[in-house]
T-cell receptor, first 113, second 112 residues
């Protein structure tokens, strides 16, 4: 079982560049999430999706976009990267909104210079 | 928004010791989550509990909904338990688990 697969694991971006963080799950989970984790801070929700075609903003959505065209994939798009977006990004999925726990990807460490 | 506080922030103990990590929150909830973040960064769900106690191996989680407090205990601690332990709660009792607020974590180090 692959679980939740995130790519890339590391990336350095220049200010103003754009990129897409990929997230794929093979567990047929309906819920998917994107979080960012800054040093000394708790995970913060960027966007989440309750199923294909449905997405909603979390606590810190500015500067990001998502789409959910299939159950399996939930890519996160960064437009016009800024140093404030330097962080570790985690994708996660769950069945039925977390009632049975969450499965996390291994994370993407992004640095914007 | 639900405010989450964890204590202690850092905990170092000898192998075999009984460990307690605490989590308090400000707004009444229906369920609370405990997660473990490994030194390499990977995150694993440990428990979701809405009342009483749950046990998995050497890990025990308890919650007191009225007092807005949960504890995570580790019996017979082992160096492989070294990790950051994170609690997370929804915005309130009428909310689902989509928009969790995460604590900043307790960094546990078990010395052989």
């Amino acid at each position: 079982n692959a679980g939740v697969t995130q790519t890339p694991k590391f990336r350095i971006l220049k200010i103003g560049q754009s990129m897409t963080l990929q997230c794929t799950q093979d567990m047929n989970h309906n819920y998917m999430y994107w979080y960012r984790q800054d040093p000394g801070m708790g995970l913060k929700l960027i966007y989440y999706s309750v199923g294909a075609g449905i997405t909603d903003k979390g606590e810190v959505p500015n500067g990001y976009n998502v789409s959910r065209s299939t159950t399996e994939d939930f890519p996160l798009r960064l437009e016009l990267a800024a140093p404030s977006q330097t962080s570790v990004y985690f994708c996660a999925s769950s069945y039925s909104g977390g009632l049975y726990g969450y499965t996390f990807g291994s994370g993407t460490r992004l640095t914007v210079v | 928004k639900n405010e989450v506080e964890q204590s202690p922030q850092n905990l170092t103990a000898q192998e075999g010791e009984f460990i307690t990590i605490n989590c308090s929150y400000s707004v009444g909830i229906s369920a609370l989550h405990w997660l473990q973040q490994h030194p390499g960064g990977g995150i694993v769900s440990l428990f979701m509990l809405s009342s009483g106690k749950k046990k998995h191996g050497r890990l025990i989680a308890t919650i007191n909904i009225q007092e807005k407090h949960s504890s995570l205990h580790i019996t017979a601690s082992h160096p492989r338990d070294s990790a950051v332990y994170i609690c997370a709660v929804p915005p309130g009792a009428l909310f689902g688990n989509e928009k969790l607020t995460f604590g900043t974590g307790t960094r546990l180090t078990i010395i052989p």
